[in-house]
Each structure stands twice: as structure tokens, then as C-alpha cells.
């Protein structure tokens, strides 16, 4: 069993930044592709961003490509996700992810075999 702690979310206004964790912990993740995923109101869940075991391959949805960034520390079993230019289409819970693989360019809602218990996130205009 795998838990999933996220942390950092709150609300900011259009602009600002703000920089999530996840903990991992009862086993460690590092083997293991790690993502984060979000949902808005009435939306269903989409991918954001992704980031293999090794940390050399990230991937990102083109809605936040050049404005956010996964990285991740194993030592720590921790993944961060750094959010700039936060707009308020942003605005959703975001949720941590660990995947049943070590790729980060397949991680999908369907490859995700534990998940966090989500971080609000909102952003004012």
C-alpha cells in the first residue's frame, strides 16, 4: 500500500505562484513514474504533468507547458509540482499520482494505481 499526502494548495490571485508536494509513504515510489492530475467543477479529471523514476523525462499538458514544473526528490519520496503564472482557468483540485509503470509519457487516469486525497487550488482574477 502506497499513501499519498498532498500539501500547498490555497487560494492566490492571477499571476502568482504556488509550489504543491506529495509525500509518499509506506513504500517507496521511486521506481515508479509519478503525476499530478486535476479536476474543476463539473469537469472530469485531466492530466497535468508527469515525471519518470529516473526524473530525466518530464511531460506536461500544453495548457500549463512553460508555466509549471514536476520534479521530484526520491530520497524524500516526495514529488512537487511549482506553479507560475497561475490563471484562474487553473483553478481545480490537484491531485497527486503514482503509476503502475516507470513511464511518465503514458501516465493516464487508467495507469494510475494510487492517488492522493487532493489540494485546492484557486486563482482570482
Known amino acids: 500500500q502506497v499513501q499519498l499526502v498532498e500539501s500547498g494548495g490555497g487560494l492566490v490571485q492571477a499571476g502568482d505562484s504556488l509550489r504543491l508536494s506529495c509525500a509518499a509513504s509506506g513504500r517507496t515510489v521511486s521506481a515508479y513514474a509519478m503525476g499530478w492530475f486535476r479536476q474543476a467543477p463539473g469537469k472530469g479529471r485531466e492530466f497535468v504533468a508527469a515525471?519518470?523514476?529516473?526524473?530525466?523525462?518530464?511531460y506536461y499538458a500544453d495548457s500549463v507547458k512553460g508555466r509549471f514544473t514536476i520534479s521530484r526528490d526520491n530520497a524524500k519520496n516526495t514529488v512537487y509540482l511549482q506553479m507560475n503564472s497561475l490563471k484562474p482557468e487553473d483553478t481545480a483540485v490537484y491531485y497527486c499520482?503514482?503509476?503502475?509503470?516507470?513511464?511518465?509519457?503514458?501516465?493516464?487516469?487508467?495507469?494510475?494505481?494510487?492517488w492522493g486525497q487532493g489540494t485546492q487550488v484557486t486563482v482570482s482574477s
Open positions: 515525471i519518470s523514476r529516473a526524473t530525466s523525462t518530464t
Open positions: 499520482a503514482k503509476d503502475r509503470s516507470f513511464r511518465a509519457t503514458t501516465m493516464t487516469t487508467s495507469s494510475v494505481d494510487y
